[in-house]
Structure formats: C-alpha cells, structure tokens
C-alpha cells in the first residue's frame, strides 16, 4: 500500500527509551542484508562487506582519532593483496572508501568528514575523524548486544 509503519518491537524500543538494541539491530542489518555496492562502478568486490567486522575491528584498534581508507585498507587487506598491481589496489582501496566509509561508517554515526560527502572527490588520503560517540559508546553498546544475544 505504499506505507511504511513502525514494528512492535520499534514501538516498544521507542517506548523505553533504550536506543542500544535498536542501533545494533540497525548495525547487523546494514552488515548482513544491505548491499553496499549498489550503483557503484566496481565490480563485485563482496568482501570489503564480508570483511565488515575486521575493519570495525582496525578502526576500534588504530589509536589516532583520524583515519584514512588507504590505512584501514592496509591494515585489514595487506597479506591479501600482497603482489597485486598498484592500480588494482587502488581501485579496492578506492571501492573501500565509497562503500565501508561513505556508505556505512558517516551514516551510523562512527566516522565524520570534513566536508559534505554527498559532493566531494573522494580520495583514498582523506582524513576521517572518528566521532566520540564511536570511541565511547560503540564498544558498550556491541559488547551489550553481544553478550545479551550469548544468553537467549
């Protein structure tokens, strides 16, 4: 019918004013259903998604605020990508970028940009700032999650 309505379980989150499970629900489903190369010019590089909780992981981990793809890149994929042409890499660091930063780290809230995302050239050396609610918050909120979903 065209309409879009709030679940039970989304009431009674809203209702109790604990925003913890909703945000993790939220997370887990942008993982494991949303596809984050939609409408992009690369080809089906499936794992920068598949590989969404190393790079959560490499994020959490770096201990400087700022970030670049390329770092995360490095971090998370070197041994993979040990022997493959510069240029190939740099596409995969490139579909990176779009796809983990853009697509789903400024949307919930784990990194910010300088700048208005939806119109600048996006390089692979931009700085990202990790938001405090990523540094503080994030980590309670998954391990919460975590440990709640290991006793049902």
Same mark, same amino acid.
Request: charge should be neutral; hydrophobic fraction near 40%.
């Given at each position: 019918?065209?309409?879009?309505?709030?679940?039970?379980?989304?009431?009674?989150?809203?209702?109790?004013?604990?925003?913890?499970? @909703?945000?993790?629900?939220?997370?887990?489903?942008?993982?494991?259903?949303?596809?984050?190369?939609?409408?992009?010019?690369? &080809?089906?590089?499936?794992?920068?998604?598949?590989?969404?909780?190393?790079?959560?992981?490499?994020?959490?981990?770096?201990?400087?605020?700022?970030?670049?793809?390329?770092?995360?890149?490095?971090?998370?994929?070197?041994?993979?990508?040990?022997?493959?042409?510069?240029?190939?890499?740099?596409? @995969?660091?490139?579909?990176?970028?779009?796809?983990?930063?853009?697509?789903?780290?400024? &949307?919930?809230?784990? @990194?910010?940009?300088?700048?208005?995302?939806?119109?600048?050239?996006?390089?692979?050396?931009?700085?990202?700032?990790?938001?405090?609610?990523?540094?503080?918050?994030? &980590?309670?909120?998954?391990?919460?999650?975590?440990?709640?979903?290991?006793?049902?």
């Amino acid at each position: 019918k065209g309409k879009i309505t709030i679940t039970e379980k989304g009431k009674a989150v809203l209702n109790g004013g604990v925003f913890d499970t @909703l945000y993790f629900d939220l997370l887990n489903c942008a993982i494991q259903s949303w596809d984050w190369g939609y409408e992009d010019r690369y &080809p089906d590089y499936h794992f920068i998604q598949q590989s969404a909780q190393q790079l959560i992981e490499r994020l959490l981990t770096t201990s400087s605020v700022t970030v670049t793809a390329m770092q995360i890149f490095e971090g998370v994929f070197a041994k993979e990508t040990r022997g493959i042409d510069q240029e190939l890499k740099d596409e @995969l660091c490139r579909c990176l970028l779009v796809r983990f930063f853009y697509r789903f780290c400024i &949307p919930f809230g784990i @990194l910010k940009a300088d700048k208005d995302y939806f119109f600048l050239d996006k390089k692979m050396n931009d700085l990202f700032e990790k938001t405090e609610f990523f540094m503080s918050q994030f &980590p309670k909120i998954i391990n919460g999650q975590v440990s709640s979903n290991k006793h049902h």
